[in-house]
């Protein structure tokens, strides 16, 4: 284990250490004073000095906030043949956050590269444009967003990277979801009694900043409906036209269609039940795939979670191309016909989905490498703070 394991899982340990710390204290006031330190913890007061300004009363601004995230993973991962053992800065993203004229919100980050902060080259160190977005939002239930924003679907692929719960997006996201994620368009989501629905249209360029609709479009339909008490499901679907025969890049995967089937639901106070099934008509050489994901977890307490993850894509032509896991791609190297990942999962919440500390060993399996079509079997394990405000 190399001296950049050990400084993210230190880390993990220090900020699970001060929690305990910062309980202890609370516990030891008098009880007058517990009281009142029960209402704003510790993480509430930090976390709140990223509110810049609030005013709900304000005329034009009635809110301004500093936006962001830190992810880092300490990852081993190995097969009969090779191993992969890095420390890698998954996200750093900064921006703010601004309500104004009280039904519209302005949004802009920018995504850096942690593993390039000591480069002295700004074009290494930055990489792109995430959320920049206006939206306008009449009620609770409509909203209108214009600009460059996340465009979700799947299972993964519709949850931020703040609120996985696991530490990497499955290989159905991997391989169907479309992974530069942010796109330039505009997009309309509401509510209307037990039913949801997000409606966009989308360029399919993959430029760093805005894109442009010189490299075709895509439309992406979401009609979701509630069952029961926490249950929900949700059907997406894709139709992507993006145009190679320009010289702007193209941001999407090589997939005309695209149809996933989201199930979502608790079923007790502790064990809850996500699922995903999806499928997707390859072009340009892109095989047709279908992919699965079952994810079942239980809530030990507030802070503590365990998550089992099984995921599968298949090639429907029998080629080699479709991705394994993130960090099991990075050891092989290699495509495969079929893949499939098990893991199981641990999570600390310290401060809900805001600091967590998220831990995974898994199994990955390939089938018909890309060269040679021998067969991957490796195992992995992954230790990840997830920060964000």
Sequence with gaps: MNKKHIAIIALGLAVS???????????????????????????????????????????VLQSLAFTGRLQGDAVNFQNEDSSHDDTDWRRLRLGFKAKVFDDFTLHSEM??????ADSDSWDKFYKRLTDSYLKWAPSKDLSLKVGKQSAGFTLD???SSKKLIVPERSIVARNIWFGTEYFTGASVTGKNNDWSYNVGGFSSSGEDE?????????????????IGEDGSLRLDYVYNDPDYSTDYSVGTRNLKHVVSLVYKDMLNEKLGFWSDISWAQGI?????????????????????????????VSSLNNKSDVNM?????????QKVETAHNLLLGFNWYL????????????????DRLADGGGTYKGYGLTSGLRLSW
Aim: proline share 2%.
């Design 17 to 59: 250490a001060s929690a305990a710390f910062a309980e202890e204290a609370v516990a030891q006031v008098p009880a007058e004073a517990a009281e009142a330190a029960s209402e704003e913890s510790i993480y509430d007061k930090i976390w709140g000095a990223a509110e810049l300004y609030k005013n709900n009363d304000g005329k």
């Design 111 to 116: 995504d850096l590269n942690m593993n390039e």
């Design 210 to 226: 805005f894109g442009h609709f010189d490299s075709g479009y895509f439309a992406l339909l979401s009609a979701g409906h509630t």
């Design 157 to 159: 692929g519709a949850t």
């Design 284 to 312: 340009s050489g892109q095989s047709d795939l279908v992919g699965i994901d079952l994810m079942p977890f239980y809530n030990l307490t507030e802070e503590l979670q365990l998550v089992l993850q099984y995921a599968g």
């Design 351 to 366: 401060y809900g989905h805001k600091l967590k500390w998220q831990n995974a060993i898994e199994y990955n399996h390939g």
């Design 325 to 333: 896991a993130r960090y099991a791609s990075k050891n092989s190297g």
